[in-house]
């Protein structure tokens, strides 16, 4: 059966929610593999286009990764320059 919309994923049964039972976000999952892989450059997909933030630049720690839409990890940014991403204006 496909499930479409919110019905998509994974989600805690009510009774396992009361008990206590959580899943991880896919954002902090996305982010222990990042530092498992050394990247650190983040690459988002905003209605601006795609573009990516370093370590220390204003929107860096704001920033969330979400693989499931095409967001990815760089490790440098030639890389995510020749992937097509642009740095911030």
């Not at 009774?15 to 498992?36: F, H, I, Y």
């Not at 983040?42 to 990764?65: E, L």
Request: charged share 25%; aromatic share 12%.
């Amino acid at each position: 059966m496909l499930w479409l919309g919110i019905w998509q994923g994974e989600f805690v049964k009510p009774w396992d929610w009361r008990r206590g039972v959580r899943l991880q976000s896919t954002s902090a999952a996305s982010d222990k593999a990042s530092v498992v892989s050394g990247c650190k450059i983040k690459g988002n997909i905003s209605k601006s286009g795609k573009i990516y933030h370093v370590p220390g630049s204003r929107w860096y720690d704001q920033t969330n990764i979400d693989a499931s839409v095409g967001e990815k990890w760089f490790c440098s940014v030639s890389e995510a320059e020749q992937a097509g991403w642009r740095a911030p204006k």
